[in-house]
């Protein structure tokens, strides 16, 4: 059976993560996904930003994917928003291992406090300084407490004791007056563990989970309160094991700590029971989206409900055509049998005449029929209200109308054969619609069923796409990787040019600096070995390019290098030193005109493509598809397009019309002051 709800010890796990990972965090924004959900945006200086999922009812977890936000926020988001965006984090904590999370936050309006509840349906509840309700994302009235605005909060009654508060006594004394209750239920009543880890405490003990409480001895249940206690332990402080656990079907659960129930499983190793959290609902819901859009089972009840339309229309049309071929077969025999048929009609006709009841003629036809007389046999009965004469005629029953003369009556049945045979048409091109719409529906069952196979597998390499990959420092400023595999940094601005150089910057680095007014810094990291001079030659063409000299058009600029510990902040007595400024002591080593020219091309991996950039050596050791981008006039969207249709027109059929639909973006970080024009391929 699939995870459906969170356990104490998953709360008990996740809870220590985040307290690892996001306090003393700030609240960028929130988020709410859906009618229980939340996402917290949350950032802390020097790391990612973190995406915390808060679900009521259901789940808590720190998500590295990319998630769809309502356009509209609901009413409760913006209250969120308005009291918590902006504040500080400093505590996550859970209530008395129950599965409510609280999260107390710093804020101008005074400390507030988040209560997630885990629990049943779940809710999201909102409490100020005082202790008192300020929004729920439900409001409710229960017996023993009132989720609503201005109330005082009070936490819902435990459902169990607190196991990390229960001694050796009070378990024996409390599984003992179970009586005859299965220990697995009395375990996970007693101390609200839910029935998993309950199961999972026995089983390690080599308890058996149906047997009575009455039944279990002293040293069972102190093996049933050692092993829990060293699982609570395992949890609260010890290593984690977390995992995603699946079985041929798919995922199955996601644990913080192995569990033997799970050996005959297959087991997914995680970093963090966070991560295999995220895994886990992420990609369930995804293939669950997937088979949902797949409606095999809507498609089946549509076929079942065409082929009763096929069956009706085919009764009802070969109905019709009985019926068309019986009225025409009525008129011929009419017309054969005109003359017997003519003098039974006259017969009913005179004794009418003749002042008889209809009784009389009735009763005088009948004696002659039993006479065997002409045309008297072929009679069968009289309808007097409608003065209808039913006859048989080889083999056919039908009424003469004593208002109508016989050949009249003849072409009623002829016309009404013809108005059948007219309805068979309609009947006909019905019949062939509904089977055509059968058949239809019959091949995206087929369709359907092979999508049930291969729409979940696809809906997992879309989801890939969708996971956000944590950028590494150097991707906030400008860089590329020599063609002989060193990391090259240039600073963006002043402010970027101050923290590389500061921060991020070791002695055995190399910095250069074009000799150009408004040069970005740039910083081979050596990593302690000795750079190439072609790794070089490429660290001074960054430096030329990304210099001023490119947007003034200069076809080369000199460029120097130098050692970390000959930049300082400290000019001469009284100069000032503007920030992302450095002075240079000592000698510099010169690369003196150095060309302005960096190249832009496509990587492709795996059939998915991305664009790189830098000078151009260290492009060709990546890719053949690219193009030279030198100074020039052409400016902004005009000359990333013709980059972009240059590149495209290297690239197989399949990848060219997705590199033109390729953001422009894309480019753009590669061409200094975005103007330039294309030199070659």
């Not at 291992?97 to 804020?107: A, D």
């Not at 005082?130 to 605005?149: C, P, Q, T, V």
């Not at 009556?409 to 054969?417: D, K, L, S, T, V």
């Not at 997992?460 to 906030?476: D, G, M, N, Q, Y």
Request: charged residues 35%.
């Amino acid at each position: 059976m699939r995870k459906k709800e969170f356990t104490s010890f998953d709360v008990a796990a996740v809870v220590r993560e985040l307290r690892e990972a996001v306090l003393d965090s700030r609240v960028n924004n929130v988020y709410q996904l859906d009618a229980k959900t939340l996402l917290f945006k949350l950032r802390k200086r020097d790391r990612p930003v973190f995406r915390m999922v808060l679900e009521a009812g259901k789940r808590l977890y720190l998500t590295s994917y990319v998630v769809e936000k309502p356009l509209v926020p609901p009413a409760f988001c913006m209250a969120l928003r308005k009291y918590l965006r902006n504040g500080w984090l400093p505590g996550v904590e859970q209530h008395e291992f129950e599965r409510v999370v609280v999260f107390s936050f710093k804020t101008k309006a005074g400390t507030m406090r988040l209560v997630l509840e885990l629990f049943g349906d779940g809710n999201i509840i909102l409490v100020d300084e005082k202790g008192e309700i300020l929004h729920a994302l439900s409001y409710k009235r229960m017996r023993d407490r009132k989720i609503l605005r201005g109330e005082a909060f009070l936490f819902a009654p435990s459902s169990g004791r607190n196991p990390l508060k229960v001694d050796k006594e009070e378990m024996l004394e409390e599984l003992r007056n179970f009586g005859g209750v299965e220990v697995v239920r009395a375990v996970a009543r007693f101390l609200s563990v839910g029935g998993v880890y309950a199961e999972e405490v026995l089983l390690r003990v080599g308890v058996d989970k149906k047997k009575p409480c009455n039944a279990l001895s002293d040293s069972e249940v102190d093996g049933i309160f050692e092993e829990l206690q060293k699982m609570l332990s395992q949890v609260l402080g010890g290593e984690l094991e977390p995992c995603v656990v699946s079985d041929e079907v798919g995922f199955v659960d996601a644990v913080p700590i192995r569990l033997r129930r799970y050996a005959e499983f297959k087991r997914q190793p995680y970093e963090s029971f966070n991560e295999a959290l995220d895994e886990f609902y992420v990609r369930v819901a995804a293939v669950e989206g997937a088979l949902a859009a797949v409606e095999a089972d809507e498609l089946k009840r549509e076929a079942e409900r065409l082929r009763r339309i096929v069956a009706s229309q085919e009764k009802v049309l070969a109905e019709a055509k009985a019926k068309a071929d019986r009225d025409k077969r009525v008129g011929d025999v009419i017309y054969a049998h005109s003359g017997e048929l003519q003098a039974l009609l006259d017969r009913f006709l005179a004794g009418k005449r003749g002042g008889k009841e209809w009784g009389a003629v009735v009763s005088e036809v009948l004696a002659e029929k039993k006479a065997g007389l002409k045309p008297s046999v072929f009679f069968e009965s009289f309808d007097v209200k409608r003065l209808v004469v039913n006859v048989c005629v080889d083999g056919l029953r039908f009424g003469l109308s004593l208002r109508r003369s016989l050949f009249a009556n003849a072409a009623r049945f002829y016309e009404r054969g013809k108005r059948a045979k007219r309805k068979l048409k309609g009947a006909k091109a019905a019949l062939e619609e509904t089977r055509k719409k059968l058949e239809e529906v019959e091949a995206k069952i087929r369709g359907a069923e092979e999508l049930e196979r291969v729409k979940p597998v696809e809906a997992v390499k879309e989801l890939a796409k969708r996971k956000v990959r944590p950028k590494e420092w150097f991707e906030k400023f400008r860089w590329f990787v020599s063609s002989d595999g060193f990391l090259i940094v240039a600073g963006k601005d002043a402010v970027s040019n101050e923290v590389l150089v500061k921060k991020h910057t070791e002695d055995s680095d190399v910095v250069f600096h074009a000799d150009v007014a408004g040069a970005p810094f740039v910083v081979v990291k050596t990593d302690d070995k000795e750079p190439s001079e072609q790794c070089l030659r490429e660290a001074s063409e960054f430096a030329a390019s990304f210099s001023r000299g490119w947007r003034e058009g200069f076809a080369s600029v000199d460029v120097y290098w130098v050692k970390p510990e000959q930049l300082s902040k400290s000019g001469r007595s009284g100069e000032y030193v503007r920030r992302g400024a450095f002075v240079v002591h000592g000698r510099r080593n010169w690369f003196r005109g150095v060309s302005l020219r960096l190249a832009v091309g496509v990587v492709v991996e795996n059939g998915e493509f991305r664009f790189a950039g830098g000078p151009v050596d260290a492009v060709k050791t990546k890719t053949n598809v690219y193009v030279v981008v030198v100074p020039g006039d052409l400016k902004g969207k005009a000359l990333f397009r013709r980059v972009l249709k240059f590149l495209a027109g290297k690239l197989p059929k399949e990848l060219r019309e997705r590199v033109l639909k390729a953001s422009v973006e894309g480019i753009r970080e590669y061409t200094p002051y975005s103007k330039g024009r294309i030199l070659e391929s």
